[in-house]
């Protein structure tokens, strides 16, 4: 051997010989210091799943919120001349029966045709929002858009069908903002 690898062998010798084990109190500094560790990390670990949940709630929240907001505008879009046509159905009501006055001279009768040509224009212009008149002479009663304000006994007619209206109902779009005033077949 030569001198060299002598010199490195006597040094592994005396390494293996000063190699100490460590005191117990080490490894259990050691561990503890992992337990904490540990524990520090579940902590932490739940933290962040608190944090999660709660982000994901929020962002449900107002998701949902978006949507209600969307279906409020919609809703007020399509039902925006509700309060328009309510305070218009007298007027139309007045128009009708004015029409219904016989002309017995000329004059009465151009005022008449004039009158005719506005109510026209009216029930146009209510038509074009949406609106129309819910159909009851010779149907079936039905309470959603019909209102009972008589009853009367016909054998010729079925039950429960509408014999006279006195008053037409009308319905914005799907909803009834007036239902027909009428008289039932008992």
Request: charged share 35%.
């Amino acid at each position: 051997m030569t001198e060299r690898q002598e010199e490195l062998l006597n040094e592994e010798v005396v390494n293996e010989e000063t190699t100490v084990e460590e005191p117990s109190i080490f490894t259990e500094e050691k561990t503890d210091n992992v337990n904490s560790a540990e524990e520090e990390l579940q902590k932490l670990r739940a933290e962040v799943d608190e944090k999660e949940n709660k982000y994901l709630r929020l962002h449900a929240d107002f998701e949902n919120y978006k949507r209600r907001a969307l279906l409020d505008q919609q809703s007020l879009m399509t039902y925006r001349a509700q309060s328009l046509v309510t305070d218009l159905l007298p007027v139309l009501d007045n128009f009708e029966r004015a029409l219904q006055v016989e002309a017995t001279d000329e004059q009465t009768a151009s005022l008449k045709q004039g009158m005719e040509m506005v109510y026209r224009l009216l029930v146009e212009a209510v038509k074009k929002e949406g609106v129309e008149e819910i159909p009851a002479l010779g149907e079936q009663f039905d309470p959603n858009v019909h209102q009972a304000v008589m009853q009367e006994s016909d054998d010729s007619k079925p039950s429960n069908e509408v014999l006279q209206e006195f008053q037409k109902g009308y319905k914005l779009k799907d909803r009834v903002i007036r239902p027909s005033m009428v008289k039932v077949n008992e």
